[in-house]
């Protein structure tokens, strides 16, 4: 059987598993091992065992429990309520005001927690009742609650970014610091829509009426900014250390964590019940991502060791005659139809093995194009019919909002998504410039 045909069976093997309701490491891993000793005999076996080696001496996944704590510290203490009570008094005159405040809010929690699902359990269960309270058009705050909980795998400390560095074998500080642009771009793009929405149909976004905000009194005003202004002070003594050289990027991780652990004991909100929750979340979705990164870097000593990759470079290049932007944008468009049903961890851990080393072999930057894939992600995250985010949507959005509402709500944030991306594709510096800057100083 040739190289070739090996490596189609094992791909489609996997695929065949994950229809069937198997857990992604768990189909991943199985094709992997069974794969490696059908072709090296047993000791093919060490190449699991040379992949939990790989994977428990990486130091920088100490990272990764790290702000998982620090995120689900800050939002089950409910810090987040005065963040966005700030925003609510000092944003209400802005036409979209609310809104807008609501995309401030979301970077802001992307920035100390690094998952998506953080954001959007926040925004559902605060922002959104609230907003609709306020009269806003329910198709435009669904969709904003979607389009800014999408953040939290780009901007820095995204978990998803650090499954790319391992897979890569890039290091995850510069993919974080490339993040920062093009996550602030995006926030930018999204508050620039709401506005410009709101303007040209204030129905959709109405500003506060002056009564309502003269009723606030200025002490509870300032009390709002300062309340609000605490999280901000947690992601600024975490990253400042870290930009300028003072601490290593574990030791931030751990600066974040002792900072919300701390903030919350200040607002008389770290409970014992608070504690527990954190810590328990933080076990079970650091142990799934370190079993996915397990199983995907077997499977991918798999690939390299048939040389599946050389075969598809060539396919793509001499027998397509496909130029390497052409073939870039051909991994893209199967990211976006590989999310409309699997999440972003899936799709890496599945086609990383082909598409990282070919990205390198076409003469692209691996940190570059992991802020592509990461927007890309954002992206499928938002696209039906199986988009992840619709569905938690779904499940966390009040009975008066459909599933209807949820498809039609995102329409044209995906739009604004999909300009962010084709700028940070012909921009490529938009990404580079902070990782390069950082660590040429």
């Known amino acids: 059987m040739s190289y070739d045909l090996i490596a189609i069976l094992m791909f489609s093997t996997m695929m065949l598993m994950m ?16 794969a490696s000793v059908l072709l090296w005999g047993v000791g093919g076996s060490d190449l699991g065992f040379s992949a939990a080696m790989k994977l428990m001496k990486w130091y920088p996944l100490l990272t990764l429990p790290m702000f998982i704590f620090m995120g689900y510290v800050l939002s089950e203490s409910r810090l987040a309520d005065d963040l966005y009570r700030m925003f609510h008094v000092w944003m209400g005159k802005i036409p979209g005001g609310l809104a807008i405040g609501t995309i401030a809010l979301m970077v802001i929690i992307s920035a100390m927690n690094g998952l998506s699902v953080a954001g959007m359990a926040i925004g559902a269960t605060i922002a959104l009742p609230e907003l609709l309270k306020r009269n806003y058009d329910k198709l435009m705050v669904t969709g904003v609650i979607q389009a800014g909980s999408s953040l939290g795998i780009l901007v820095p400390p995204s978990v998803v970014l650090v499954l790319y560095a391992m897979i890569a074998r890039q290091p995850v500080s510069q993919l974080w610091l490339a993040g920062v642009f093009p996550g602030l771009l995006m926030a930018a793009l999204f508050i620039a829509y709401i506005w410009i929405r709101c303007r040209i149909s204030p129905e959709l976004g109405p500003v506060l009426p002056e009564d309502e905000l003269d009723a606030i009194p200025r002490a509870e ?60 979340e933080t076990l079970a979705i650091s142990c799934m991502f370190m079993w996915i990164i397990l199983a995907a870097l077997a499977f991918g000593a798999v690939f390299d060791g048939l040389g599946a990759v050389k075969s598809i470079e060539g396919f793509f290049v001499d027998r397509l005659g496909l130029s390497a932007w052409e073939i870039l944008l051909l991994m893209q468009l199967s990211y976006l139809i590989m999310g409309t049903f699997l999440d972003d961890t899936a799709m890496l851990v599945i086609v990383a093995p082909l598409y990282v080393p070919l990205v390198r072999a076409l003469g692209f930057d691996l940190i570059w194009y992991g802020v592509l894939y990461t927007i890309t992600c954002q992206i499928a995250y938002m696209t039906p019919p199986f988009g992840y985010n619709l569905f938690l949507m779904r499940a966390m959005a009040p009975k008066e909002i459909t599933i209807h509402d949820i498809y039609r709500s995102i329409i044209p944030f995906v739009g604004v998504m999909i300009l962010a991306l084709v700028i940070v594709t012909a921009f490529p510096e938009i990404a580079l410039w902070l990782p390069h800057h950082v660590y040429q100083r």
Do not use: D, N, W
């Open 19 to 34: 229809a069937t309701g198997q857990r992604v490491f768990g189909a991943i891993g199985f094709v992997a091992v069974l």
């Open 221 to 280: 005003k300032i009390r709002l900014l300062q309340a609000g202004i605490l999280p901000l002070g947690i992601f600024v003594t975490m990253m400042v250390p870290f930009v300028m050289g003072y601490t290593s990027l574990v030791e931030s991780s751990v600066v974040g964590a002792l900072a919300s652990v701390f903030a919350a004991v200040i607002k008389g909100r770290f409970t014992r019940e608070v504690f527990e929750v954190a810590t328990r």
